[in-house]
Every structure is written in C-alpha cells, then in structure tokens.
C-alpha cells in the first residue's frame, strides 16, 4: 500500500508524540488474568495481576484527567498470590498482595517501551538469568492483550559452559488478558456480562475461516532507519497474510493458538544468523483484527578481544502493527 503520511520528523516530535501515544495507549488501572504456557504449550499456570500506570505531576501529585500536567507515570502490578475464596458469604477472601514497583516513565525515557499504533512493544531485554523476554502488546477498547515470550540460553553439547549461548530457545511464554475493568476478564465473568460493543470478548471461539477473511485496513511501522510511519493497507496480500498461516512459515516457528482469536508465533531457538520474528495476531471482535510484527537481532558478536566473544544486547530492528 501507498504511505499516508509518517509520524516521522524531528527526534524532539518523535519524543513528544511517543509521550502522548503512552498515555493514551497504558494510563490507567488494568485488571488482568495472566496464563503462562511452557515450551510444549502446555498452561501451567494462571494468576490475577493488576497492572497500573499512575500519571502523576513534578511534585508526585496525581495529574490531571486530561494529563495535560503528567511528568511522570508510576509503573507497578500487584499480583494476587495465594487467593482463597472463604465459602461464608459474611467472610472476605483471603489474599496475598504482592506490590511490585515497575519503573517510573517520563517525556524521553519510556524504559523499553515504543508505541507503534494501537501496539506496544516492550524489548526485548536480557533478564539476570540470562534469559530474554520480549513483549508485545495490542490494544482495542478498554481491553488488551500483552504477550512476553521468554528465551533461555541454550549451547551446542560441545560448547564450554561458559561460553556464550550457542541459540536461545523458547521455554515460557505468558498471555494476559487485561482490562480497564474492576475486576479481570475471566471466562464466568464475560460470560454472565457479555461485553458491550467496541470492547474485547476474551474467552469465545472463533471460526477458522475468520482467519482467511480478507482483511485490510491501516499499518504502523517502526524501524531503526526509517522512525515511525503509517501506511494505508486496502488489502492483505497473501504473503503478508501470515495470520492465515497457523503453523507459521519455516520449520523454526513456535506457535499457539488460544480461546478468544489469539495465534502466537516466534521462533523456536534464536540464533545470531537470522533475524528473529515474534509475531501476535488478535480477533477481539469477529469484525476486527488486530496484529503485531517484531525483528529482533540477538547474540550478535562485539568483538573478540584476546579470544574472548563478546555479545551485543538484543536488538529490536523493526516493528508493524496492523489494524
């Protein structure tokens, strides 16, 4: 499709609409359901975490609604570990909190997070263990989906240990499912309250052939080189239609397909050859499609200094989101 204009120009344009993009796309208190899958996704767990993004002023106040005054957003998730629902109605529930503080983001300093459309991705990031965690996230309404997929070091059988990682390979991937809402969107709750139009439905099931429809709309891409530009799509053609392709499109593609329109993909093992593609696609709505594209480089050699390999942080090189 043709380009309809970029958001590109000057870095200090760039700052100030990936500021404004932030707060539109993240304030607020999200509810979630978090549901984490390992590399044969399988699910292995599912707990409640709520997620805030506090806008607050230079003194630390809260900001305005508007955020006209926000310098600052607080970033923290409370996770709800051990919940015990009490089986007296007069009784409360026993749970325990556990506050984490996330980070606080400011006009020029968003962490790792870029806005690409109704998207954000988050990475990707080495994590202490030497694992790394890549985040994508899509939005529309008052709901999202946001996807971590996790890649733990990995080493041929006859490379020393501490040596650097031969490939990384895909051990956990966990899905949340958030929303504006009080409370998370769980199965029992969409199903005794039907979302509203305009709003995800998290937990239905989707026809095939909904994948296959011909879809089109706008694209938002980031690149190194290129910035932040916007792109008209009338229609997919079918090779960008990679949603159509669950199994994905080489041999080293990982991928799970989830309740609620969801298909995930990325690769199975990273390796410093090829250019690593962590791919999202989201029907929210039967109508609406939503999807998201990452390349990431990763273990790509610094220099060699007196034998000794270095590596280089993964590296995000391009973004597209589609909706």
């Known amino acids: ?15 100030e609409s990936q500021w404004e993009l932030f707060k539109t796309m993240a304030s607020g208190s999200w509810s979630g359901m978090w549901l984490t899958y390992d590399q044969m996704g399988t699910q292995l767990d599912d707990v409640r975490v709520d997620v805030s993004y506090t806008d607050l002023t230079e003194e630390g106040k809260p900001a305005k609604e508007d955020g006209s005054d926000t310098a600052v957003i607080a970033h923290e998730q409370v996770i709800w570990a051990g919940q015990v629902s009490s089986a007296c109605e007069t009784c409360t529930d026993s749970t325990d909190l556990r506050r984490m503080p996330l980070g606080a983001y400011q006009k ?5 997070h870029i806005v690409v459309g109704p998207g954000i991705v988050n990475g990707p990031r080495v994590m202490r263990s030497g694992a790394m965690t890549t985040e ?7 709901g999202r989906v946001r996807v971590t997929f996790q890649h733990a070091p990995s080493r041929l059988e006859d490379t020393a240990e501490d040596a650097p990682p031969d490939g990384l390979k895909i051990f956990r991937v966990v899905v949340a499912r958030e929303s504006l809402q ?16 305009g709003e995800p439905i998290y937990w239905r099931g989707v026809s095939p052939f909904k994948w296959h429809a011909l879809w089109g709309g706008n694209s938002w891409t980031y690149g190194t080189q290129q910035g932040h530009l916007l792109w008209d799509v009338p229609s997919l053609e079918e090779a960008d239609a990679w949603h159509g392709r669950p199994r994905g499109d080489n041999k080293n593609t990982w991928t799970l397909k989830l309740p609620g329109g969801l298909l995930l993909q990325c690769p199975n093992v990273i390796t410093a050859d090829e250019t690593a593609m962590f791919r999202m696609a989201w029907l929210p709505r039967d109508d609406v499609l939503r999807r998201a594209e990452v390349a990431v480089t990763a273990l790509q050699p610094l220099v060699e200094d007196e034998g000794t390999v270095m590596l280089a942080p993964p590296q995000l090189a391009s973004a597209r989101v589609d909706a």
């Open 1 to 15: 499709g043709g380009g309809v204009g970029g958001e590109g120009g000057s870095d200090e344009m760039i700052v």
């Open 108 to 112: 020029g300093n968003l962490g790792r």
């Open 136 to 142: 994508l996230s899509l939005r529309y309404g008052g």
């Open 182 to 197: 009080e409370f998370p969107p769980t199965p029992g709750a969409e199903a005794s309250e039907p979302p509203p139009d």
